[in-house]
């Protein structure tokens, strides 16, 4: 059995069991490779692909995590939930406030700030339930891309503005978990803009052979710090000339 092997099957244990793993930077050691196991881990999936996460593109979370680069995950029909998230499919959930992209058009071949900008659909207020199999959140750069980025599960707002009508680098965005403020940030946050971070995105997915399709959600990306969520908890997020989106966590969402 390879690394890669090890790697897949620790981390698919423990999504399985709902038990936390040891990181699996013993058995990878680069991102390459890192992107390897997430590739065979995404494989195992059922659910048809919606689109792409990019992640640790705010200097606060990329400070929280010890790592300094973006990554990117993949998206599954069976991650999104409404207006209920299920704490009994997450391990270690946090939760972080994002500016979510909807494609119009396929973003492949050459690409520019100009052609990612038009083939936007519409922007949606999300927000991003993020988890961790690795106990603890240990994580490095490799650990965090072998685990797809780190994902759980996602949320999107009923608002949807095209670009016309709304600038991603200006927004704001504050984040309550009840009443409380827990998180602040600005699309600026963001690699500089929204907009840079799914250019970064539609580079990188084409690179791989794989590139952003017209109708995929991108989630581009946090716009300040995530954080903890425990049942029982209603988290909302305020984007400024977006709207907003919350989500509640519950033990049994029936």
């Excluded at 690409?111 to 519409?122: C, E, I, K, Y």
């Excluded at 650990?143 to 996602?154: E, K, M, P, R």
Aim: include cysteine; aromatic fraction near 4%.
């Amino acid at each position: 059995m390879t690394a890669i092997d090890q790697a897949v099957d620790r981390l698919a244990d423990a999504a399985l069991t709902g038990r936390p793993c040891r990181p699996v930077r013993d058995l990878i050691t680069d991102v390459a490779d890192a992107y390897e196991v997430q590739r065979h881990l995404n494989a195992r999936r059922t659910a048809p692909v919606t689109g792409r996460k990019i992640g640790l593109t705010s200097p606060a979370v990329q400070q929280q995590l010890g790592v300094d680069q973006p990554d990117f995950g993949v998206l599954f029909a069976d991650m999104e939930v409404s207006r209920v998230a299920p704490v009994e499919r997450l391990l270690q959930p946090k939760v972080e406030a994002e500016i979510a992209f909807v494609l119009a058009a396929d973003l492949a071949g050459d690409l520019d700030p100009a052609t990612v900008r038009a083939a936007v659909r519409h922007a949606v207020p999300a927000l991003e339930i993020v988890d961790s199999r690795i106990a603890g959140w240990d994580i490095t750069i490799t650990d965090t891309v072998a685990d797809n980025a780190s994902s759980g599960l996602y949320v999107l707002g009923s608002q949807r503005l095209p670009l016309t009508a709304f600038e991603p680098v200006e927004a704001t965005m504050r984040m309550y978990a009840g009443d409380a403020p827990v998180s602040q940030g600005t699309g600026a946050a963001c690699l500089g803009d929204p907009l840079n971070a799914l250019l970064w995105l539609a580079r990188t997915a084409r690179d791989f052979g794989d590139p952003l399709r017209a109708g995929q959600v991108i989630l581009s990306g946090a716009l300040g710090p995530m954080v903890p969520v425990s049942p029982g908890v209603t988290v909302r997020a305020e984007i400024s000339g977006l709207g907003t989106v919350a989500v509640t966590f519950e033990d049994d969402p029936s």
